[in-house]
């Protein structure tokens, strides 16, 4: 909402600042100038306060269309904000949309970073070194909403003893959506294994 307030005194002082160069160059021996940089150096000010010290401050939406981030520094790991999205909310979003903004709409949640539980569906070696893992996230279901990810075996080697429908937490960035797949799939960045009591 602050950031609809600034865009409309944003355009309001645009529109004061047009309106006093046009009467500037109509009536030129009238000195309408201090007018006329008064609300563009306001704009600027505005503009420069929203960038940059609202980062951070956004609504879940803002944030959730945020690009993908490959880096994985730590600071990048500890600070970015997990989003409360869930699968079924994303899934839902992709298959109600238009038939021709489905793609857009699959792409709209990539570097969201979110941390979900689900249990083990299947796992199978994906290369020499790596294990793909699919998730469901209803205990005991069939078919539904599901949860992927790739990591390295040595990074989770419990995983290979793991019995299905195992409850497992995986904190990661969304890489991919498909709405007809019913799944998303996340590039992990911590993993854990939940023992139920």
Not at 6 to 28: D, G, H, M, N, R
Not at 49 to 78: C, L, P, Y
Request: aromatic share 8%; hydrophobic share 40%.
């Amino acid at each position: 909402m602050k950031n609809r307030n600034f865009v409309t005194v944003e355009i309001i002082l645009l529109l004061t600042a047009l309106v006093f160069a046009i009467l500037w160059i109509v009536y030129p021996e009238k000195n309408y100038e201090p007018f006329t940089v008064i609300p563009i150096l306001l704009t600027g000010f505005l503009e420069v306060k929203r960038r940059f010290f609202n980062k951070g401050k956004g609504s879940i939406t803002e944030t959730q269309i945020a690009n993908n981030v490959d880096t994985d520094s730590e600071d990048e790991i500890t600070t970015k904000r997990i989003s409360e999205i869930i699968v079924s909310d994303i899934i839902y979003s992709i298959n109600t949309s238009a038939p021709l903004m489905k793609e857009e709409m699959e792409n709209k949640y990539n570097g969201i970073r979110v941390k979900w539980t689900g249990y083990l569906k299947t796992a199978r070696m994906n290369g020499q070194d790596q294990i793909k893992v699919n998730m469901n996230v209803e205990k005991n279901s069939i078919i539904g909403n599901s949860i992927w990810f790739t990591e390295k075996i040595k990074k989770i080697p419990e995983i290979r003893t793991l019995a299905r429908e195992s409850k497992i937490c995986v904190l990661g960035d969304i890489i991919s959506a498909s709405g007809a797949g019913i799944s998303v799939t996340l590039k992990p960045i911590d993993i854990e294994i939940l023992r139920e009591d």
